[in-house]
């Protein structure tokens, strides 16, 4: 097996020129023009992302905070937990999580546990999610964003588990810490 150097070093694609082709409020897109590992050129269409966070917020009972939200791209309500773009790159993940959660909920939380990251579409952006599970909470008042509209839901975290393994759930973001907060919960 290779290690990581040289693996990197075999299957890399070396930039040749790069154009944005989109530049809007959330998204940017891009257009590169790069060399394959066996020196032929292609093309690689991308987003840059500047990067978003997640929580799953769990009760004192067990319940998990969840949202219904309609989604316009997949013209349909889906459930999900709360989640946020960042403000900016540099911005510290944890209290970005923070901010959200008492945006979308009205929540805080006093214990939070970092469930990890992830790239939820890896063929083509640069998005990196980071995950966490809120307990300890306390209830106050919501501030959402004039765009914003959601349901706020409590449910079982055993039944969201069902749910995901039944496919009712689509939102990647929130089968990964669903299913990582079981896990960590023993459930």
């Excluded at 082709?21 to 840059?48: A, F, Q």
């Excluded at 067990?62 to 949202?67: A, F, K, L, S």
């Amino acid at each position: 097996m290779l290690d990581k150097k040289a693996e990197y070093e075999k299957l890399c694609e070396k930039k040749k020129s790069s154009e944005e082709t989109y530049h809007g409020p959330l998204l940017h897109v891009y257009h590169d023009r790069v060399i394959l590992p066996n020196g032929n050129e292609s093309g690689r269409d991308y987003i840059k992302h500047l990067g978003a966070v997640c929580m799953i917020p769990v009760l004192d009972n067990g319940n998990v905070i969840v949202e219904r939200q309609f989604r316009y791209p997949l013209d349909m309500v889906i459930t999900e937990i709360p989640a946020g773009k960042l403000d900016s790159p540099q911005e510290d993940r944890l209290e970005a999580a923070k901010r959200e959660l008492l945006e979308e909920t009205g929540y805080t939380g006093e214990k939070w546990t970092y469930l990890g990251d992830f790239f939820p579409a890896v063929a083509y952006s640069s998005e990196k999610i980071s995950m966490y599970m809120v307990q300890e909470l306390k209830k106050g008042q919501r501030h959402l964003d004039a765009d914003e509209f959601l349901d706020i839901v409590e449910v079982p975290l055993t039944e969201l588990v069902e749910q995901v393994m039944a496919g009712e759930i689509v939102d990647i973001k929130t089968q990964a810490a669903i299913l990582k907060a079981a896990r960590v919960l023993g459930v």
